[in-house]
């Protein structure tokens, strides 16, 4: 659901929900400087970051006051102050010697940011970006921190090298900017490549490493290409374009045409989420959990695929002689997408209601005098953006002022903004002498990631989570924490007082009880007795002199050992000749059992 904050969170759950940008329907031009004055300069392609904070667009103009070399750069705006930075840029900031790819058919967008906008993904063959670039040049992929300026190459075989004739690139970026789905060349980035084709791959620059994720389980690859990748909020799943022969990964028959796919990271299952026909499918959108994909289909329109609840919906006057990629929200409720009416329009589709809204339109409301494109949607579906190219001129157009006959980049706010946050249960057990943290984090946008006690838990594909930790001293809690694809958060404190604290010695390591020492002789008995089955040993321990008398430190003199049952026992230990006479001993028993080592100690003096 949308427009509403859940309340179905564990109790004490506290919910983190970002306000909203502007009044519903209201028009924007992105692809403005900082002061406001309009550049000659074209600029397209909007990508809107999750959270509908900030907007990427490429263009050859200095709209952020850095010098572009007369080059196609990607810049980012902050739509709450109008700064513009440029993303395509070095660690000085220096920008890029060569174009940033940009999709010149309009078909689809080929760079990306997290959801926040601090990390952005793009592709080029500029060599001046990082330092060491080393393959010519050849296309790379690159992230680039807009927050520390620090940039990396991401498209690098398993072994850390960049591909000699480079990759096709097609970046996508998990919600949180760690992980990044991309095209590869024809060369192989993993020892698993073997079709010698472009194949899609997934980069965890978290965990440094690297998968190739249009591959099955059983090791099938496509023997054609597979492209144009889009990976879920929550850094699970990838959707991907495939041709005919591509239909050996879902095991789904001989298909005609390409079709759409999604993948599962961890188990590496795939399924096919077009049906296959004639004229096949392209360009797909995931939603956050991966559950729902829109795409393109040339004789239908769009189509959005629930692959949970195996149903698919068609967005009505969606079809046209050339495809346009959809996009979907996080949480898959709303769809952006180009309407085919005579000019087109961008409009966007809510899934359950049937409701149709057009976003590219004048501030007063009233449709434009051109077609729009390029339609961007953020994650959390508030806000909407279009290219529109008032050439002509043609009027209306989006805003007024808006003469430079040129591509411009827009936005409008949707007035469908999700602000639901996460589901989040979570509990304490004791395991030993520690404490195990479980529960489940759910969300349709998806789950990014679950923090407890500040340390990052790994999440299932169900939302399911657990780390062990060491107990809170004293009265307290362990605070977990969850966030979804669109950086809302739920949090929930999991009680570690006295109460918790007595569950934990009541699961604690059994201890030896009553140990009891007689001497007759040169022989020990030493009796004990336990709750619980388990192995138990017998030493004999004299004092090690030269120590520092506040540690207590002691050398092994005779020792027994056997397995007992419950109750008590008695252990004869035969004393060595060293004993001495009239001295200090320790007699110490430990235990072992199903919950860990426990032990117990007694003084003697010898007769």
Request: net charge positive.
């Amino acid at each position: 659901m949308r427009a509403r904050i859940s309340l179905g969170l564990a109790v004490g759950a506290l919910v983190t929900v970002p306000m909203a940008i502007g009044a519903a329907g209201s028009v924007t031009r992105v692809s403005l400087p900082l002061s406001g004055v309009q550049l000659p300069q074209a600029a397209d392609g909007p990508v809107i970051s999750a959270d509908g904070t900030r907007v990427l667009f490429t263009s050859t103009g200095t709209f952020s006051g850095s010098p572009t070399g007369a080059v196609r750069q990607l810049f980012s705006r902050h739509l709450g102050t109008g700064a513009v930075s440029l993303a395509s840029a070095n660690a000085t900031g220096g920008a890029a010697a060569s174009d940033i790819d940009d999709d010149a058919t309009g078909a689809s967008t080929p760079y990306a940011l997290s959801y926040d906008g601090r990390f952005v993904v793009f592709t080029s063959t500029a060599q001046s970006l990082v330092a060491g670039d080393g393959n010519a040049r050849q296309r790379d992929v690159f992230r680039k921190d807009m927050v520390t300026g620090a940039i990396s190459i991401v498209s690098r075989d398993s072994k850390g090298v960049q591909p000699s004739n480079g990759v096709v690139g097609e970046p996508s970026i998990s919600a949180d900017g760690s992980r990044v789905a991309f095209t590869s060349g024809t060369q192989p980035l993993t020892p698993d490549d073997t079709n010698g084709v472009p194949d899609i791959y997934v980069a965890d620059l978290r965990a440094r490493t690297l998968r190739l994720v249009s591959r099955t389980a059983a090791g099938t690859q496509s023997p054609e290409a597979t492209a144009h990748p889009w990976i879920s909020a929550d850094g699970r799943s990838v959707a991907f374009e495939g041709t005919a022969a591509a239909s050996v990964l879902a095991g789904a028959g001989t298909h005609t045409a390409g079709n759409i796919y999604v993948a599962r990271i961890a188990s590496r299952a795939i399924t096919l989420a077009s049906t296959p026909g004639a004229n096949g499918a392209t360009l797909p959108s995931l939603s956050g959990d991966g559950s729902r994909v829109a795409f393109f289909v040339p004789t239908t329109g769009v189509q959005v695929r629930d692959l949970t609840a195996g149903a698919t919906t068609s967005v009505p006057q969606s079809s046209a002689p050339a495809a346009a990629r959809p996009v979907i929200s996080n949480d898959g409720a709303l769809v952006a997408y180009t309407d085919t009416s005579t000019p087109a329009a961008m409009k966007t589709y809510a899934i359950t209601g049937g409701i149709t809204t057009r976003v590219s339109q004048t501030a007063a409301g009233a449709a434009l005098g051109g077609a729009a494109s390029r339609p961007a949607l953020s994650g959390n579906g508030g806000v909407a953006g279009f290219a529109f190219n008032d050439a002509g001129p043609v009027t209306p157009v989006p805003v007024a002022g808006d003469s430079n006959l040129v591509t411009d980049v827009f936005v409008a706010t949707t007035g469908a903004g999700d602000i639901t946050a996460p589901t989040l249960t979570a509990r304490a057990a004791a395991s030993g002498t520690k404490v195990v943290i479980s529960g489940r984090a759910n969300d349709a946008s998806g789950i990014t990631e679950v923090l407890v006690g500040g340390r990052r838990a790994i999440v299932a594909d169900d939302g399911s989570f657990a780390i062990t930790l060491l107990p809170v001293v004293g009265p307290g809690s362990v605070v977990v924490t969850t966030r979804d694809g669109n950086g809302l958060q739920a949090t929930v404190p999991v009680a570690t007082d006295r109460a918790w604290a007595a569950a934990l010695r009541a699961s604690a390591p059994s201890r030896p009880r009553g140990v009891r020492v007689t001497i007759t002789g040169r022989t020990a008995r030493v009796r004990f007795a336990t709750a619980i089955p388990g192995l138990c040993r017998v030493e004999l321990r004299q004092r090690a002199t030269g120590t520092n008398l506040h540690v207590s430190s002691y050398r092994l003199i005779a020792a027994r050992q056997r397995r007992q049952g419950t109750g008590a026992h008695v252990v004869a230990l035969r004393l060595p000749r060293t004993v001495q006479r009239a001295a200090r001993y320790q007699v110490r028993v430990l235990m072992w059992s199903s919950r860990g080592m426990g032990t117990a100690s007694t003084t003697i003096m010898t007769p």
